[in-house]
Antibody, heavy 119, light 112 residues
Framework: EVQLVQSGAEVKKPGESLKISCKGS????????IGWVRQMPGKGLEWMGI????????RYSPSFQGQVTISADKSIDTAYLQWRSLKASDTAIYYC????????????WGQGTLVTVSS | QSVLTQPPSVSGAPGQRVTISCTGS?????????VHWYRQVPGTAPKLLIS???NRPLGVPDRFSGSKSGTSTSLTITGLQAEDEADYYC????????????FGTGTKVTVL
């Protein structure tokens, strides 16, 4: 069974750094791109970017380029989403999801990580 | 601001048919990129509902169907049930977004 298990909820202050994780199991982690999706409170889904864990090739949505860093460690089947300096507007639920790259859709999703940024 | 536009809400009585539109442009749906649909029950993660325009993953009832025409696509729910109350999102790719994917604005389905 394919599973994506994300790290737990975080509460941070503006300006702090953060790295959240997404561990895949039940499939060949390096064979499928992993994506990150943001959902701000009460709002819709936003495509942030995707990474190929096999070679760390990364594609960012223009809205998120330079704002976050997506990375992966194939030795432990884990993808990451990282911020250097959080803002209050980064408060959201972040989902990782496995991309079926032949048709570019997400066929499995993590449970989501709630990030709260507040002074 | 998403490049795929959906109506904010649709509603129907149990047993009725409802249709959710997803309108794009020549750089996404009109360029031939496949469209996929996800369902999200509030408080839970999204789940794939329809892939590649009109293919249902295992376990998705045939009450759900997709269609595509030009720069638009639609999700139709026939025989609406109370459990269908959720948020629905379309998703495609857009050639103007550095090869990035894009979600629709989302539609809340209410069962009256």
């Amino acid at each position: 069974e394919v599973q994506l298990v994300q790290s737990g909820a975080e509460v941070k202050k503006p300006g702090e750094s953060l790295k959240i994780s997404c561990k895949g199991s039940g499939y060949s982690f390096t064979s499928h791109w992993i994506g990150w999706v943001r959902q701000m409170p009460g709002k819709g889904l936003e495509w942030m970017g995707i990474i190929s864990p096999g070679d760390s090739d990364t594609r960012y949505s223009p809205s998120f380029q330079g704002q976050v860093t997506i990375s992966a460690d194939k030795s432990i089947d884990t993808a990451y989403l990282q911020w250097r300096s959080l803002k209050a507007s980064d408060t959201a639920i972040y989902y990782c999801a496995k991309l079926l790259s032949s048709y570019n859709y997400f066929d499995s999703w993590g449970q989501g990580t709630l990030v709260t940024v507040s002074s | 601001q998403s490049v795929l536009t959906q109506p904010p809400s649709v509603s129907g009585a149990p047993g009725q048919r409802v249709t959710i539109s997803c309108t794009g442009s020549s750089s996404n749906i009109g360029a031939g990129y496949h469209v996929h649909w996800y369902r999200q029950v509030p408080g839970t993660a999204p789940k794939l509902l329809i892939s590649t325009n009109n293919n249902r993953p295992l376990g998705v009832p045939d009450r759900f169907s997709g269609s595509k025409s030009g720069t638009s696509t639609s999700l139709t729910i026939t025989g609406l049930q109370a459990e269908d109350e959720a948020d629905y999102y379309c998703q495609s790719f857009d050639s103007t977004l550095s090869g990035s994917g894009v979600f629709g604005t989302g539609t809340k389905v209410t069962v009256l």
